[in-house]
């Protein structure tokens, strides 16, 4: 008898496709338009897109080449094989921390957003704490069944962008994108660092190796995964200027949310698109967040051997509801969201090449 696709615990390249593109489609995308623009100060910012997405791919390809070696690993056991159980518990307590301050700073975005377009006179406190309370209810179950949820997810952020991108077509002003190639390359260089921010989230393949069952294929399907995010940036990035301008772009709070706004459905059928817009967003983020934190979980239980899923996910959220509540004001949140781009850097890209670089140096691999 064929067993049931979806019974199983493991999962295939097109899970592995949706949430590596789920993941990275966060928070980030709705107000890149505005920081690319603050430094380029022209429509060449697109060019920056680029270059961040590329680096991206070179380390997405990295991380699947090394999770390839190792199948059914999660960064804990690798780092074991490689450099020894003491750094391997080092650093996967400070991708465990890593991945619990992207909880935090996705569920600050989500209050934010929240609280301009949604529920006006609901306090950000409020918002982040019944935010997280799902996020404790989603974290609860198997690790898996929450991966396989970008497969319901991706098709419809992708829909629903493009639906964003064809109503603002009549809006689109052509004009509004030249001239093009005047801003010198330090700019474009420094912009693309602000992108490359912008696609961190690919790492959480460190720890889903373990229930992917083709991992030779992890490579290709995640890359693909990668290039979903980079095209829908690149367009948000054209539409947004093209509708706005260089200078009203770069003084808006959230670009892409207003995007959202100027839609006007003829015959009066929404009243509000980005109500729509924001509603299906959140549930976005709340994926997102709901990865990181499932990340994290498996980070330290990987760690702690006897600790208890559930004890971890209920005792850590009062911690990540403290840290989500430190930023005061928007710089202090883009402060907040600039250093753990760093940390993802440095857990995301530089770790995962060291560890590749010494496993084939010293002719380590893993066993299925």
């Not at 390809?61 to 390839?68: H, P, Q, T």
């Not at 074991?80 to 991945?99: D, E, N, R």
Request: aromatic fraction near 14%; charged fraction near 15%; glycine fraction near 8%.
């Amino acid at each position: 008898m064929k067993s049931f696709e979806y019974g199983d615990r493991e999962v295939g390249t097109y899970e592995v496709f949706a949430s590596v593109a789920n993941m990275v489609i966060g928070f980030g995308v709705l107000m890149l338009p505005r920081t690319i623009v603050e430094t380029t100060r022209s429509v060449d910012g697109w060019i920056s897109i680029l270059i961040g997405g590329w680096v991206a791919l070179m380390f997405t390809w990295i991380v699947a080449k090394l999770i390839s070696r190792f199948p059914k690993r999660n960064l804990y056991d690798i780092a074991s094989a490689v450099i020894g159980k003491p750094a391997a518990v080092l650093f996967t307590l400070l991708f465990a921390g890593y991945m619990l301050t992207f909880v935090a700073y996705e569920t600050r975005g989500v209050a934010s957003i929240s609280r301009i377009y949604l529920f006006d006179r609901t306090p950000v406190e409020v918002i982040c704490l019944v935010f997280l309370l799902v996020l404790i209810y989603g974290v609860a179950g198997p690790s898996v069944a929450l991966f396989r949820l970008n497969t319901l997810f991706l098709p419809i952020v992708i829909l629903l962008l493009f639906i964003l991108f064809l109503m603002n077509i009549s809006l689109f002003k052509f004009n509004n994108l030249m001239p093009f190639f005047v801003t010198d390359w330090r700019s474009v260089v420094v912009a693309s660092k602000e992108s490359a921010f912008s696609f961190i989230g690919f790492e959480i393949l460190l720890f889903y190796n373990a229930v992917i069952n083709q991992p030779k294929k992890v490579a290709k399907a995640s890359m693909f995964g990668i290039l979903i995010p980079l095209v829908l940036y690149v367009l948000t990035f054209i539409f947004t200027v093209g509708v706005f301008g260089l200078e009203v772009t770069g003084s808006m709070l959230y670009p892409t949310a207003e995007l959202a706004k100027q839609v006007q459905v003829p015959g009066g059928f929404f009243e509000r698109f980005e109500s729509i817009f924001f509603s299906v967003w959140v549930l976005t983020l709340f994926n997102t967040a709901s990865m990181a934190y499932d990340v994290a979980l498996q980070a330290l239980e990987a760690v702690f051997k006897k600790a208890k899923r559930i004890t971890l996910a209920f005792w850590l959220g009062p911690l990540i509801f403290l840290v989500v509540m430190q930023p005061q004001n928007l710089i202090e949140i883009q402060q907040f969201g600039e250093w753990i781009s760093y940390a993802g850097i440095g857990l995301g890209m530089i770790l995962p090449t060291m560890l590749l670089l010494l496993s084939i140096l010293r002719g380590v691999k893993g066993r299925a």
